[in-house]
T-cell receptor, first 112, second 114 residues
Framework: NAGVMQNPRHLVRRRGQEARLRCSPM?????VYWYRQLPEEGLKFMVY????????ESGMPKERFSAEFPKEGPSILRIQQVVRGDSAAYFC??????????FGPGTRLTVL | GENVEQHPSTLSVQEGDSAVIKCTYS??????FPWYKQELGKRPQLIID?????GEKKDQRIAVTLNKTAKHFSLHITETQPEDSAVYFC?????????????FGTGTRLTIIP
């Protein structure tokens, strides 16, 4: 029973490039959440999606960030024109419904 | 929105002693309170959770208590072991803000001294 999968685990980008982070939820889970964790800090909610729908994006920066969860394939968090302040660990979580969230291993983004 | 405060930020206890971490929340409608353990460089792992219809839940050496009147919940770890060393995060979810959205505390770095 595979858990939540994220790739890549580490991603290095130069300022101005795009970053694409992928998340495959646990089998049977249709709810996906993205959180950001800065060094030595807690996790901050970014966005909550169900298949083909963004349910709550109240934690997403208004510009450069977008997320999707298509009918087929993983959920993707996309950051355009990355800046140094985007460097962080990005965690995806999934759940079956309004239920316990299980986290993936995270993607550590470094912006040079 | 919901605001969760967590104390202490760091905690050191002798192996075998108990550790207590406390959190408060602001939204009286919050009804789900999970605790996550995060080891260095690893994913947050759920260790226990409690819903607002109960006041206490226990799982072996770990217990969580909830006081809805005071908007306060605590994690208790008894007979601590070196492998308990990690950062622990509390969280709260409220139907007022979409019940699925977890608001996390700032974390407690727990160190178990052998």
């Amino acid at each position: 029973n595979a858990g939540v999968m994220q790739n890549p685990r580490h991603l290095v980008r130069r300022r101005g490039q795009e970053a694409r982070l992928r998340c495959s939820p646990m089998k049977g889970h249709s709810h996906v959440y993205w959180y950001r964790q800065l060094p030595e800090e807690g996790l901050k909610f970014m966005v909550y999606l169900q298949k083909e729908n963004i349910i709550d994006e109240s934690g997403m920066p208004k510009e450069r960030f977008s997320a999707e969860f298509p009918k087929e394939g993983p959920s993707i968090l996309r950051i355009q024109q990355v800046v140094r302040g985007d460097s962080a660990a990005y965690f995806c979580a999934s759940s079956r419904s309004s239920d316990t969230q299980y986290f993936g291993p995270g993607t550590r983004l470094t912006v040079l | 929105g919901e605001n969760v405060e967590q104390h202490p930020s760091t905690l050191s206890v002798q192996e075998g002693d108990s550790a207590v971490i406390k959190c408060t929340y602001s939204d009286s409608a919050s009804n789900y309170f999970p605790w996550y353990k995060q080891e260095l460089g690893k994913r947050p792992q759920l260790i226990i959770d409690i819903r607002s219809n109960v006041g206490e839940k226990k799982d072996q050496r770990i217990a969580v208590t909830l006081n809805k009147t005071a908007k306060h919940f605590s994690l208790h770890i008894t007979e601590t072991q070196p492998e308990d060393s990690a950062v622990y995060f509390c969280a709260a979810a409220s139907p007022n803000f979409g019940n699925e959205k977890l608001t996390f505390g700032t974390g407690t770095r727990l160190t178990i001294i052998p």
